[in-house]
């Protein structure tokens, strides 16, 4: 059998220079690439060496009219680990967001949070 590796996810946000911003300062990730991208749009590529987020705003951005986790095909959450959880937490809500649905699991604990664009971001920390 092969082994397989994700490598990149990529979804449509209102500001592509914004929020990867935010995701470099919260996750201390690094602009891999960034440059025009579908019909006039921008995209950037978010994340580490071996994995990262390709961030897309379109030319003309229309708005989201709701989360359906319901909707076949829909985003639920992105989920991220970090070694320390606090310093992740205190970095999301510095930029004023509300972290919520804090939990302790085997073998982790998390919490989540919702950007600006609606996208749902659950931090999890197996330390």
């Not at 590796?5 to 500001?15: G, R, S």
């Not at 990730?29 to 978010?46: C, D, E, T």
């Not at 580490?48 to 909707?71: F, M, N």
């Not at 959450?77 to 085997?106: R, S």
Request: with cysteine; charged share 25%.
């Amino acid at each position: 059998m092969t082994q397989s590796t994700l490598e990149h996810v990529n979804f449509t946000v209102n500001d592509a220079t914004a929020t990867a911003k935010w995701l470099c300062d919260v996750f201390g990730w690094k602009i891999r690439w960034q440059g025009p991208a579908l019909n006039g749009g921008l995209s950037i590529h978010v994340g580490t060496d071996d994995a990262y987020l390709a961030i897309y705003t379109p030319k003309e951005v229309r708005a989201r009219d709701g989360i359906h986790k319901d909707r076949v095909g829909s985003l639920n959450h992105v989920g991220v680990t970090v070694d320390d959880l606090d310093a992740a937490e205190a970095k999301v809500k510095a930029l004023g967001y509300v972290p919520y649905n804090h939990a302790d699991y085997e073998p982790g604990h998390r919490f989540y949070f919702d950007d600006e664009n609606g996208i749902e971001f659950e931090v999890v920390s197996y330390r």
